[in-house]
């Protein structure tokens, strides 16, 4: 009865009925003695299961149900009013850094991510720009990058966060310099000590130089010595050098290209733009009144009320002054309300406390439309954000998770367990709807699980279920989520169907049959979690590298003994095709390499066929990376030992040789012999470059093609040449990278080739024997796509990759005059990238230190070693790093070889 009454108390309360949460409402509507509820409320109040409300009669609400809608813990178990629960109760865990900036997942995505690489960049960080109209949220970007320095280890937990203000100082730039590089006893009048500036001060922290445009140009080119090499001197001392540790953020509501020195804006790399409050999205600007409206709550220490006109006017007008502005138009409607509603408890915000901007443009036509005013407490505009469901949370950390391992690798698998297991924890209560999904759920798996010998659990279907509530609940959610991610989710996809055929069949089976009985589509993103659902769960036992299939004549033979195995054996091991009587076997043939070629790499293929069918199948069949074994005569009987022997992993041999022992069948066997097809990725770049180069390689290659793309340390392939394990095993086609490291046999394509030219024959040359031409086509487009110019920039390199080509460019210009030379466009793009990978080295100190004979090479190639210096001068000075030998020896080589 206990657990009745707290059911309902639940759902009333969910569904915000409160007042039919008295004790006598209880026994009316479950028709229990009035008695008997009051004391099972009181023992539920005294088991902190129940919230009281102490007003006549008294209420009982479900705490539960309260906290999932606040979203915190509610410490007491009385309140005096509703309201008060949602006030007072907030005990919010204190937010980390990003996570309380809002839109950190959505406008802000990728403003946070590239700041957080620009502060983390070994050793120090590099200096940072933010730019943004006024009231974006710079200074909040500045302080919360502090934070997380702070967070992450990156700076001292005393290190200091201090914010110079160049605009209060425009008319005085004496002041400005005293202040930010300090100055000494009698430096001017008035200076009667030695005073440290804010850089000595934030030394080993964060200076935030807010409206940077305001520094007059004498003081931008002060401050380039301290950020070249880290020394200034104070005011009234030009002997004595300060150091300082300081990492530099600046802001600018101007156009950085306009207002700053050029020679400042060089050695600020990143420049971060802040977008306008217009262009966030509804939900995010729903979430800024609810946050911003709740610290007037906090500050009043009142509850307030807004009404809907309100709510409207404040999220559709057109704030110049962007969050800043809101901000303070919040607290205005906040302040004119309270000195309205004095002694009232509650504060109620109606058009009239407007500020007269926002009141005038909110038209007469809406406020006639909303002519039916309600008013809406400020935990209810959380009801309008949408607070993120379970399951999209859920989808945010498998998409994490797949993220970091390349959308290709799922060796991580315990950790998608856990994803799982803390999205099932709670399966919630049972009402009419989730009933009728577990049916539904019941009788799908009952259908698929039969034919491929699947155990399903009741506790499987309770999952299954959850999940099927959840997908249709937030379905637009859901689909506008996955489609955000759709490209990395679509590669992600393609690897699971090659590496877990079985599992992504089940998937696609059960996803078929719930959209047939819900009627509704459900999606990728419904296939993509169900195969992960099937792969964690572990239920196939057979290995993916094992492929085993039925071919027998008759409308349904093949797939009868198919069933009757898998079932038996308990376990999916088979596959089939049936062969109706009237095709022909070629016929069959094509749909059995069809089907080999949409599952994967596979080690071991069996094949089951009928009687009179082994030789045109053993003809037909277009195998060579896999062991090959075909067996006569197939029964349910024949189908189970082998099935058998292949989940206890006895090799195909001795399997098909035990069987055929037994009765009159007949075997043939193919061994693989071939080693598999490898396209090297080696760059002299380094092993980063490699790895970059490796995925866009990667993303272009179409996913039924059994081309694995590798890297290989560019020095040891200069010193070991093809003489190692590695070539033992692979069967290199080719080398893809920056340097050609001359090595006889091996075939190497320029990096530069597939960024100028559309036309990639070369390279699909030495594939074309692995590709059909469908797939060379969809190769090629993929990599005109991918290759492009920018793309590249973009995926080597974390600095800015524009102006880090414009500076590449004019250096490469210049070193061709002075050396009387043009180059050919493919040499050009060559260095491009070469000598942009390099800096990026350079700047995180990781330059090439080794180099076969480089005494020789600065004895005989002074004059180039000259030009390239006077070339590059600029290239090294705006980003403060230095040409080693060995890498001006390396850049000779390409342009030799080229
Ligand atoms: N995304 C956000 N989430 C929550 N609060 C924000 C966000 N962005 C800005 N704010 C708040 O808005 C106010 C204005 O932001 P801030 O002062 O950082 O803007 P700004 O771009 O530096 O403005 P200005 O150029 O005028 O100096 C601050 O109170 C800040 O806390």
Redesign the pocket.
């Known amino acids: 009865m206990k657990e009745k009454i707290l059911e309902l108390i639940y759902q009333n309360t969910e569904q915000k009925d409160y007042e039919a949460n008295t004790a006598q409402s209880i026994s009316a509507t479950l028709k229990i003695s009035r008695n008997q509820v009051a004391q099972i409320l009181h023992s539920l109040y005294l088991e902190r299961k129940c919230i009281k409300i102490t007003v006549k009669p008294l209420l009982f609400l479900s705490r539960k149900a309260l906290e999932e809608r606040c979203g915190f813990l509610l410490e007491d178990t009385e309140y005096s009013s509703i309201e008060e629960i949602f006030s007072k109760g907030k005990k919010q865990p204190e937010k980390k850094d990003f996570d309380?900036?809002?839109?950190a997942h959505g406008s802000?995505n990728e403003v946070v991510k590239q700041s957080k690489a620009t502060v983390s960049y070994p050793p120090h960080g590099i200096p940072l720009l933010f730019h943004?109209?006024?009231?974006?949220?710079?200074?909040?970007?500045a302080q919360l990058l502090y934070e997380y320095s702070k967070n992450e280890g990156l700076i001292a937990e005393d290190a200091k966060f201090l914010t110079l203000n160049c605009s209060e100082y425009a008319n005085n730039p004496e002041l400005i310099t005293a202040n930010l590089f300090g100055y000494v006893k009698g430096a001017f009048t008035g200076a009667d000590e030695d005073v440290e500036g804010l850089l000595s001060l934030a030394d080993g922290g964060i200076l935030f130089l807010?409206?940077v445009h305001e520094l007059k140009a004498e003081n931008q080119e002060k401050l380039f010595l301290f950020m070249d090499q880290g020394i200034f001197h104070r005011m009234g001392d030009n002997k004595v050098w300060m150091k300082s540790n300081v990492r530099l953020i600046f802001?600018t509501?101007e156009d950085p290209e306009k207002v700053l020195l050029k020679t400042l804006l060089r050695r600020i790399p990143v420049t971060i733009n802040?977008p306008n409050l217009a262009q966030r999205e509804q939900k995010e600007r729903a979430e800024?009144l609810y946050?911003l409206f709740s610290q007037e709550e906090q500050r009043i220490n009142k509850p307030i009320r807004i009404s809907s006109q309100v709510y409207q006017a404040l999220l559709h007008y057109n704030f110049t002054g962007?969050?800043?502005e809101l901000?303070s138009c919040i607290q205005y409607c906040c302040i004119s309300s309270l000195f309205d509603n004095k002694d009232s408890q509650q504060i109620t915000v109606t058009i009239a406390h407007l500020p007269k901007n926002v009141l005038d443009s909110h038209s007469e036509e809406q406020q006639v439309l909303s002519s039916q005013i309600t008013y809406l407490e400020i935990h209810q505009l959380l009801d309008f954000v949408g607070k993120t469901s379970e399951l999209i949370e859920m989808y945010n950390s498998i998409y994490k998770l797949a993220e970091k391992d390349h959308f290709n690798d799922l060796s991580n698998i315990d950790k998608y367990q856990e994803i799982f297991t803390a999205y099932f924890e709670n399966k919630s209560v049972e009402n009419n709807q989730k009933q009728f999904y577990k049916k539904t759920v019941k009788s799908v798996v009952d259908i698929v699980a039969s034919g491929y010998g699947l155990h399903i659990s009741n506790n499987d279907v309770l999952s299954l279920t959850k999940f099927l509530g959840d997908a249709l609940q937030y379905y637009f959610e859901l689909q506008h989520f996955y489609e955000q991610y759709t490209q990395d989710f679509t590669i992600f996809y393609d690897y699971l169907k090659m590496k877990y055929y079985r599992e992504v069949k089940i998937a696609n089976e059960v996803a078929h049959y719930l959209e047939h009985f819900t009627d509704m589509e459900l999606g990728e993103a419904v296939n993509v979690w169900l195969t992960l659902f099937f792969v964690i769960s572990g239920k196939v036992k057979a290995s993916n590298q094992v492929v085993a299939v039925i071919l027998a004549h008759g409308f349904s033979t093949a797939s009868s003994i198919a069933e009757a195995a898998n079932k038996m054996l308990n376990h999916y091991v088979f596959d089939s095709i049936d062969m109706p009587l009237h095709v022909d076997t070629n016929t069959i043939v094509d749909r059995l390499n069809e089907f080999l070629s949409n599952i994967g790499r596979f080690d071991n293929l069996y094949l089951l066929v009928d009687m009179g069918s082994l030789e045109a199948i053993d003809d037909g069949i277009q195998i060579d990376h896999a062991n090959v074994g075909i067996i006569n005569n197939v029964t349910t009987k024949m189908a189970l030992e082998v099935g058998s022997n292949i989940l206890q992993e006895m090799p195909m041999e001795e399997n098909l040789s035990k069987i055929v022992e037994t009765a009159d069948y007949a075997y043939h066997m193919k061994k693989s012999e071939q080693k598999e097809n490898v396209i090297l990725c080696s760059c002299a770049s380094g092993i980063g470059t490699a790895e970059k180069l490796k995925k866009i390689i990667n993303d272009s290659l179409p996913n039924n093609i059994h081309i694995k793309v590798l890297t290989y340390d560019y020095t040891s392939l200069l010193e070991k040449k093809t003489d190692s394990e590695f070539f033992t095993q692979y069967n290199v086609l080719c080398t893809v990278g920056t340097l050609n490291p001359n090595i006889d046999g091996l075939k190497f394509i320029p990096i530069e080739q597939l960024i100028i030219s559309d036309d990639i024959k070369e390279l699909t040359s030495y594939l074309c024997d692995y590709m059909d031409e469908k797939d060379i086509e969809v190769f090629k487009r993929n990599m005109v796509k991918n290759f492009s110019l920018s793309n590249i920039m973009n995926a080597l390199t974390i600095l800015n990759p524009t102006q880090l080509l414009e500076y590449v460019a004019n250096a490469i210009d210049r070193l061709q005059q002075s050396m009387e030379l043009s180059f050919s466009n493919s040499t050009c793009f060559g260095l491009y990238v070469h000598i942009s990978c390099l800096i990026e080295r350079l700047v995180m100190n990781k330059n090439i230190e080794s180099h076969a004979d480089i005494e020789k090479f600065i004895e005989e190639h002074q004059s180039f070693i000259d030009k390239v210096k006077e070339s590059f001068a600029q290239v090294e000075d705006y980003y403060g790093v230095t040409f080693t030998m060995e890498e001006i020896a390396y850049i000779y080589e390409y342009i030799e070889n080229n």
């Open positions: 309380k900036l809002i839109g802000l943004g109209d006024t009231g974006t949220g710079k200074s909040y970007m807010d409206e802001a509501t802040i800024l946050y962007n969050i800043g901000k």
